[in-house]
């Protein structure tokens, strides 16, 4: 069921670290994935596949950095307390007027910074028209948030497009795992 709801680039995925990821050339499959939820590895999705389509978007709402001092990550309260109304009016813009069915989201705390909210697609999209929708999220927003895929397609210079981390994986930087709503 993970591999089939969490599927972008098909010939490679990436390995967290704990100054950032790196590449790694293969097709994430079981093993792979059986590592990332014992713990043992921490890996990342290319959104985009090969033909510059994606299965997923994902929304990244975070702590800005600047503001991090105050608040303690490994308090789950204390993040949600600074986050949740974020959390809140994003998935109420999502489905109330974008119109994205509630059972196609699924909202992570992420080990790090903040929060994702998976969005999935019952047929892949182009990258562009996912970017489009990136673009009318945030026009609704008043305050910042990531979107992926960031671009719209594959270029000879971002060959495999922008990552996001796989959740329910420990977030090496923070030492946390994340969990599922």
Known sequence: ???????????????QHDSGYCPVPKPLDSFFLGQHLAGDATFGMYVLTSSSCCHFFCVDIDIP???????????????YACLGQR?????????ETLCVPRESLLSEET????????????????????????????SHLAFEIEFFPKQGQLTPKRKLGNLVKLPLGVHRKYGAPSVFF
């Open 87 to 95: 959390l809140r009016e994003t998935i109420q813009t999502l489905t």
């Open 65 to 79: 950095k600047a503001d991090l001092k105050p608040t303690d990550l490994a308090d789950r309260g204390a993040k």
């Open 111 to 138: 080990g790090g910074r903040g929060y994702h909210v998976w969005i999935f697609l019952r047929e892949a999209v182009s990258g562009n028209s996912a970017v489009a929708f990136g673009a009318a999220l945030k």
């Open 1 to 15: 069921l993970y591999l089939s709801l969490f599927r972008g680039r098909e010939d490679h995925f990436a390995q």
